[in-house]
């Protein structure tokens, strides 16, 4: 835990440091941004979640500093299903966030969303701390400790206290994107056993545009080096942005 706590705060500390400072207020504007994503396997931090493909539509409003937003997920085979709701603070290329990860068993009738407790929750709830790069050095680096939920040792009780670290280097040329990403556990917890690198991935992904929509179509190849087990998934992507 305390190995996981000190890594976040050094990696908030890095990129406070590292943000640019921007002299120049924008005016505040209400933003919102729409999404759905068809992907052909969902893996997420180097997990793999039902057999079937994932419809993955999203909402997100963002004003000045602040955004909050709602992501879900299910699968047409009906094993996986997930409903998120987070909010961020962010300042130049810096963000913080908090995440609530609501994962319903199989049979959601023996689930509550509104169950918080301990042992009996479907709920995970992090700290996000993002830095998002800048031109000249395109790389994004995300710390993230689970804080309470269903992060814990069921033969101790004890919560793990999971901590994921990720960086992400990204090309962009015209309509094109292709990016390399490494992210690892710094110790036992969710993601693997001990210490070890978890997620491997290398995307292409293509954008097109239909009049006020966007639609990104991508592929990628997913390596989970602890478990030793690799996917190779496709999906397309629906998004429009609304200013007011």
């Known amino acids: ?50 057999a079937a493909p994932s419809l993955e539509p999203s909402v997100e409003f963002g004003f000045g500093n602040f955004t909050v937003g ?5 699968t047409f085979d009906k ?11 962010s300042i130049g290329n810096f963000s913080v966030g908090i995440y609530d990860y609501y994962c319903p068993p199989e049979k959601p009738e023996k689930s509550r969303f509104t169950d918080f407790h301990g042992i009996d929750t479907y709920h995970l709830f992090s700290v996000d701390f993002v830095y998002y790069g800048t031109p000249k050095f395109p790389v994004k680096f995300t710390a993230s400790t689970m804080m309470y939920g269903m992060d814990f040792n069921q033969t101790t009780g004890d919560y ?35 210490f070890a690198f978890m997620n491997s991935e290398l995307m292409y992904k293509k954008s097109f ?17 602890i478990a030793d087990k690799a996917w190779l998934i496709g999906g397309v992507s629906l998004n429009r942005v609304f200013g007011f």
């Open 79 to 89: 094993e996986y299903r997930e409903l998120d709701i987070y909010a961020l603070y």
């Open 1 to 50: 835990m305390k190995i996981g706590l000190l890594v976040v705060f050094l990696a908030f500390t890095f990129a406070g440091f590292s943000t640019e400072n921007k002299s120049v207020k924008q005016p505040q504007k209400l933003k919102l941004t729409t999404n759905i994503d068809f992907v052909s396997s969902h893996v997420w931090r180097g997990g793999k979640s039902g």
């Open 70 to 74: 709602s992501w879900t997920a299910a």
């Open 209 to 225: 545009t239909f009049k006020d929509f966007s639609i990104p179509v991508f592929a990628k190849i997913v390596y989970n080096p």
């Open 160 to 194: 793990y206290y999971s901590t994921y670290l990720e960086a992400v280097y990204s090309k962009n040329w015209k309509n094109n994107a292709l990016s390399a990403l490494v992210g690892l556990t710094t110790h036992e917890g969710i993601y693997a056993g001990c």
